[in-house]
């Protein structure tokens, strides 16, 4: 009974910046971790991103590291992903995911395009 949805994607030329959100809403608790992921076509999800509860620890896969940026509003439930200096590399649907004791929680996503 938890709800993660995404927001923020859009088409952006190469070298633009795009912040994402996510908002949770229903059973979530203390504590949880949340964090980015996306998926191109034909290719695997793969990892963007990850924030602890309290925001001090952050994870950067390495070809985003420098460029984007996890944060988080507990009291909005919610994480962003600021997004500078895109790619065309970087087009994916953009996952938002929460982890907590009771399960893991995925968004239905939000496309991002860079075009060159």
Known sequence: QVQVVESGGGLVQAGGSLRLSCAASGRIFSFYTMGWFRQAPGKEREFVARISWTGGTTN????????????????????????????????????????????????QGTQVTVSS
Do not use: E, H
């Not at 996890?70 to 895109?86: F, H, P, W």
């Open 60 to 107: 950067y896969a390495d070809d985003v590291k420098g460029r984007f940026t996890i944060s988080r509003d507990n009291a909005k439930n919610t994480v962003y992903l600021q997004m500078n200096s895109l790619k065309p590399g970087d087009t994916a649907v953009y996952y938002c995911m929460l982890d907590q004791r009771g399960g893991r929680y995925w968004g």
